[in-house]
C-alpha cells in the first residue's frame, strides 16, 4: 500500500518509505519538487494489541537532532554552546 502526500502529490510505500511512482507531481509540486531530490520519509515498527495499535518510535530523536544545533551560534545568553549559565 501508499500513503500520497496531499499538497504535493508524492505518494510513499507504507512499508519502506521509499518514493512511489513520480516525485511531486502535483502543480505546486511540480514547482517545488525540482529544488530536491527525491527523499523517502521514515518508517516505524508497528504492532497490533488487543484493541489498539501501537508504534514504536524513538522519543530521543528531537533531543538526537537537536544536540549540536547551537554549536558554534550565539545563544540569548551568549554562549556559543546552548548550555545554560
Partial sequence: ???QDPVLGTKFS???GDVVG???PSGIGK???GAFS???????PVRKS???IEVQVDVNAKFNFEANY???ILDA?????GKYY
Avoid at 39 to 44: E, K, R
Fill in 14 to 16: 507504507l512499508k519502506t
Fill in 31 to 33: 514547482l517545488i519538487g
Fill in 77 to 81: 545568553q551568549g554562549k556559543a554552546d
Fill in 1 to 3: 500500500g501508499t500513503i
Fill in 22 to 24: 513520480a516525485w511531486c
Fill in 70 to 72: 547551537w554549536s558554534g
Fill in 50 to 52: 488487543k484493541n489498539s
Fill in 38 to 44: 527525491p527523499i523517502g520519509v521514515p518508517t516505524y
